[in-house]
């Protein structure tokens, strides 16, 4: 099962406390107590693993190490070992009490989430002409405290969208062995799977019904994945008895989540074009054309229907190799 959305509190460790010590040689009378340590860090860093966030389901309560008190003679405390955890790229995250919200979106791109707090100075840091055998030291000060939601937006090069069993799952394990599951009723898919064609990352967006925009079903569950994907597929089934009907149901839940997923590029392809007779496909084509929609016959049993998507996402490839900053 795919975790994209977990609350966890980090809790950055405390400074140690400074030592108050001195010198019992009689002829280097002084104070030598040191300072504490610096507590750890918790830093998430981008990787791209998208199952990542599974680390956490378990996990409400992350600690980091505290600082070690300081000792006599100088001996500074021991700082705490930074926790570096590892979240996948695409990761939004919310701070829960403030609302700011910060992303990683690069493989290796390293936040601080929460800074370990300052060692405490020891006595020897307090002495002076004045005070030649201080006894005053410091608590360390505590670390950062937060707790995160951490949300999962996939970033991927192309997102297959459409209603339930409209074939998404299908074409994707034909272009990129995926095996994600496929079966002849609706919801098959209950959480987003992805593939690679060559240097392409296709994600298969669970299938959105109406009202998916408003919470139903999964509905805002799987919206969210759709926002950082670059172009969409947009699949209709040929076996539907009212494509234009399905297509405008996809395009007004994706609008009405985000204006801005109404701006991506599209292809619309009209699926299982073989279970249909010839008439009846050019009648359900014409009819998508009639309401401005632009889509092309597929099926997966078809070759030259499958050489099609392949062009489209070989220009997709080529463009991404082109302008890699952007892509």
Do not use: C, W
Not at 75 to 100: E, M
Not at 191 to 196: D, I, K, T, V, Y
């Amino acid at each position: 099962m795919l975790i994209d959305d977990v609350t966890v509190r980090f809790e950055a460790g405390h400074g140690g406390k400074g030592a108050v010590a001195f010198n019992k040689v009689k002829l280097a009378l002084g104070p030598t107590g040191a300072d504490g340590g610096q507590g750890a860090s918790i830093y998430l860093e981008g990787i791209a693993d998208v199952g990542a966030l599974s680390h956490f389901a378990a996990r409400k309560v992350i600690t980091a190490e505290n600082g070690k008190d300081g000792r006599g003679q100088f001996i500074d405390g021991r700082g705490g070992n930074d926790l570096v955890l590892k979240v996948p790229t695409g990761t939004r995250l919310t701070n829960v009490d403030t609302k700011y919200t910060r992303e990683i979106t690069q493989v290796g791109e390293r936040l601080l989430i929460a800074g370990g707090g300052i060692g405490g100075r020891g006595n020897f840091k307090f002495r002076s002409s004045t005070n030649t055998s201080p006894k005053e030291s410091e608590e360390g000060k505590p670390g950062d405290v937060g707790t995160y939601h951490l949300e999962l937006l996939l970033i991927a090069d192309v997102g297959l969208v459409g209603l339930p069993n409209a074939g998404k799952s299908s074409l994707l394990n034909e272009l990129t062995r995926a095996n994600s599951k496929v079966a002849h009723y609706a919801f098959t898919t209950l959480e987003p799977h992805l593939g690679a064609y060559y240097s392409l990352i296709i994600a298969d967006i669970p299938g959105l019904i109406e009202g998916a925009s408003d919470g139903k079903g999964l509905g805002v569950k799987f919206l969210k994945h759709v926002e950082r994907t670059k172009t969409l597929f947009h699949l209709v089934s040929a076996e539907s008895d009212d494509p234009v009907r399905d297509y405008k149901v996809v395009r007004k839940e994706l609008e009405a989540y985000d204006p801005a997923l109404g701006k991506k590029s599209e292809h619309v392809f009209l699926t299982k074009s073989d279970a249909v007779e010839p008439a009846a496909l050019k009648k359900l084509l014409a009819a998508l054309k009639k309401a401005g929609v632009k889509a092309q016959p597929l099926s997966i049993l078809v070759p030259e229907s499958l050489e099609e998507v392949k062009k489209i996402l070989n220009g997709i490839q080529d463009e991404k190799l082109a302008h890699p900053r952007s892509a």
